[in-house]
């Protein structure tokens, strides 16, 4: 590892203190923000709290509505496995959806859409494509907050009840404590979750608890809507039975297990812990509360665990290296080796949590900016390291990330594949390569599926989908299947993994997602005397010009990308020893330039060239990539002057701010670098949890922090060839401390 800085240094740089760089970033709030829920989790499983440390609150957390549809609550428990279908009323595929479209090669099958979608609304859909678009969904797994019964009569709590609250999220231990006065008892909570399992250990401290506290714990049907990752109105469409709690053996802790079914999907939900009653106290709902004991205060102390186990799982709840088998006391030995004294359940969590956070902190970059004066300093320095947490518990996992990650559904908990580079690419900038592997892993269980739409379509190789689930199936839309720029990443992704780690492995591992993925790309560009274009029919990254598909050609960025992927797919064959394949090299160096309108990039090769709204995505040809061979520089500074002239901001997305970012370090205008990404629009707004709201029902969006991330990591390391300066990207007066960066292309 090593340090730099901006600062000339006759000797070598002081190491960055990283606890100090973290915790003076830790999340504290002693009011109700609705925005700023904040969440403890792993990668593979998430739960987001409120002010009580539990999801007490869901209505004062909203997820604005959509259409007809009702708000839903960022208070969600999500897991990677947790998927789930409605069963549909026939056999529904996407051959009622498939239009022929002209293209240079004649007719050319494309899913596309009955319906339309007009201002991100689905109108006109068929009932087939309806289920399509909305099946598998990300499933809330449950909630869990407070109860209070009075009279016999128990209610969920209000924020009304509530007084003197305070919470700090521990970004260095990964727990979360919330104290509170709830109907004038004293309330201290303590929230973590497991590092390796999808555990939550709870510790309540009160007097309440002997007046009325409780803790509930309820359970969803899985949900259609957009935004919403659970359907409280149908409770006779799911089951929920509890097992009477197991007779443990000495030294093993209570449990009692509750059985989920819905549908074709199902899982486990084990609650742990000593001097409990958990009863089933309705249809789907449980109640956890202690049992008095002749311990001195027992009836103030409520300690448990809940874990969430995949139908699949059994009893083998861990994951990776680290697989023990359900309560036995091996499960539980490191935490306590951690501290030399038995723990209780909910403090083997905190203590896991504990060791594992700052092993994450002190592993791959680090950078610094507290040093510097500048008032923007201190603020893009508390974005890079929320980032880093929030990335690290929701886009980590075994699969892509969905845009709001493991807190909330956003397009029905189904994930994009265009944005899993914005998600993830910057952990291996940071030198994490091991949090980004299981989701680019995740491609070799699609090869197959992505193969024979590209069969279909007369291509070689793969193409990669858009709006999928886990199975890889294509959503029906009027725009995603025509997108492109997601079939390159998954070639960048693997050279940035070979970046950070250039080993044999890694080229064997990824050779054939890569080799397939560029044999895709040299099939489709098609040769015309200009030479290789694409499309039609297409639409690019700036999705402006859906209503014009049958016609968009050769838009800039993914010309630039296609000469790029290509090349870098070459490369990969050579450091295999293996014979070049000459079509690549042959579209690769016969790809048109982009068009040039007064001196600057449009956005594609047709009328009406530029539409200024969405993504300025003609930038990402100079910034997110490196300089190749069909873009200028000149014009490109131009084109980046043009873009902050006079942009529709308001029509933006939060990646759009890192991309003007690394375009701006790479054409050396560092000022312009840190401007873009702390510039003063809607949707680019940061949140106190750190999270980059959008819009009422889009509340986080979880692309602008990995690009964020990026972004910083180009500007501090810089780039091969780049200027021989440190922290190109920055301000030269600025202090900028880095240190385990990974250069960029």
């Known amino acids: 590892m090593h340090s730099q800085s901006t600062t000339p240094n006759s000797t070598p740089p002081t190491p960055i203190d990283r606890r100090a760089l973290v915790q003076r970033h830790n999340i504290r709030q002693h009011r109700l923000d609705p925005r700023s829920p904040v969440s403890v989790g792993n990668g593979e499983f998430a739960f987001t709290m409120d002010l009580t440390g539990l999801q007490s609150l869901p209505d004062a957390y909203p997820v604005g509505a959509r259409d007809d549809l009702p708000p839903g609550t960022l208070l969600g428990t999500q897991s990677q496995w947790g998927w789930h279908s409605v069963p549909s009323p026939q056999p529904y595929d996407l051959a009622g959806s498939t239009v022929l479209y002209d293209s240079p090669r004649g007719p050319v099958p494309y899913v596309d859409m009955v319906g339309d979608i007009v201002n991100d609304r689905e109108t006109d859909t068929s009932q087939a494509e309806t289920w399509l678009r909305a099946n598998a969904h990300r499933l809330d797994l449950g909630r869990i907050g407070f109860r209070w019964t009075d009279d016999d009569a128990e209610r969920a709590i209000t924020a009304a009840d509530l007084s003197d609250t305070e919470q700090t999220l521990d970004l260095w231990t990964g727990t979360v404590t919330s104290r509170f006065t709830l109907l004038g008892h004293p309330v201290t909570v303590t929230t973590a979750c497991h590092p390796h399992r999808d555990q939550l250990g709870f510790s309540v401290e009160s007097p309440a608890l002997g007046a009325g506290l409780s803790v509930g714990v309820s359970f969803p049907y899985g949900s259609e809507a957009w935004h919403d990752a659970a359907d409280w109105s149908t409770p006779d469409t799911h089951t929920t039975t509890l097992d009477n709690p197991t007779d443990p053996e000495p030294g093993l802790t209570p449990q009692w297990t509750a059985h989920r079914e819905l549908d074709s999907s199902s899982y486990q939900v084990r609650i742990t812990g000593q001097n409990l009653t958990v009863e089933q106290s309705g249809q789907h709902r449980l109640r956890i509360e202690p049992t008095l004991t002749d311990a001195p205060g027992s009836i103030d102390l409520l300690d448990f665990t809940i874990e969430f186990i995949s139908a699949g799982d059994g009893d083998c709840i861990a994951r990776g290296n680290n697989t023990l088998t359900a309560g036995t006391p091996g499960a539980n030995a490191e935490a306590e080796a951690t501290t030399g004294v038995e723990l209780s359940p909910a403090g083997r969590v905190a203590v896991a949590s504990a060791v594992h956070w700052p092993r994450f902190w002190f592993s791959g970059g680090a950078i610094e900016l507290d040093a510097t004066d500048d008032p923007r300093a201190k603020e893009l320095e508390r974005r890079i390291v929320l980032s880093q947490y929030l990335t690290a518990i929701n886009c980590s996992g075994s699969l892509p990330p969905q845009e709001t990650g493991l ?23 940071w030198n994490r390569v091991e949090l980004l592997l299981p989701s680019l892993r995740w491609y070799s269980t699609v090869l197959e599926v992505s193969r024979q739409t590209a069969k279909a379509q007369g291509f070689e190789g793969v193409r990669w989908p858009k709006q999928v689930g886990p199975d890889g199936r294509e959503s029906p839309s009027p725009i995603g299947t025509f997108l492109i720029w997601q079939q390159p990443h998954p070639i960048h992704l693997a050279e940035l993994v070979y970046r950070a780690n250039p080993s044999r492995d890694v080229l064997e591992e990824f050779a054939e997602i890569v080799f397939e993925s560029a044999a895709f790309m040299a099939s489709f ?200 300066r440190h922290a190109p990207g920055f301000p030269a007066e600025w202090t900028v401390a880095w240190e385990g960066l990974v250069q960029a292309p």
Not at 408 to 429: I, K, P, Q, T, V
Not at 619 to 646: F, H, N, W
């Open 525 to 724: 560009a098609h040769p015309t005397p200009r030479g290789f274009e694409l499309g039609p029919p297409l639409i690019p990254a700036q999705e402006s010009y859906g209503s014009i598909r049958a016609k968009v050609t050769n838009p800039t960025f993914e010309l630039a990308y296609w000469q790029w992927g290509l090349r870098i797919a070459a490369a990969w064959r050579e450091r295999l020893g293996l014979e070049p394949v000459q079509d690549w090299t042959t579209v690769a160096d016969g790809m048109v330039h982009p068009r040039v309108i007064n001196g600057v990039y449009a956005a594609i090769d047709v009328e009406p060239f530029t539409i200024r709204t969405d993504h300025p995505s003609m930038l990402c040809a100079l910034g997110v990539l490196p300089q190749t061979d069909v873009i200028d520089p000149d014009i490109m500074r131009a084109t980046l002057s043009d873009v902050l002239a006079d942009w529709d901001w308001d029509s933006t997305w939060g990646w759009d701010y890192p991309v003007m970012a690394m375009t701006a370090a790479r054409l050396e205008d560092p000022e312009a670098a840190v401007d873009a990404l702390l510039l003063g629009a809607g949707k680019n707004t940061v949140l106190a949890n750190g999270h980059n709201r959008q819009t009422d029902s889009l509340p986080l969006y979880l692309p602008g922090n990995g690009g964020l991330l990026a972004a910083v990591a180009l500007m501090a390391a810089g780039w091969d060839d780049g200027p021989e």
């Open 407 to 429: 807190v909330c559904n956003s397009w029905r908990g189904r994930f994009h594949l265009e944005m899993h580079w914005w998600h993830a690419a910057h952990f291996a900038h």
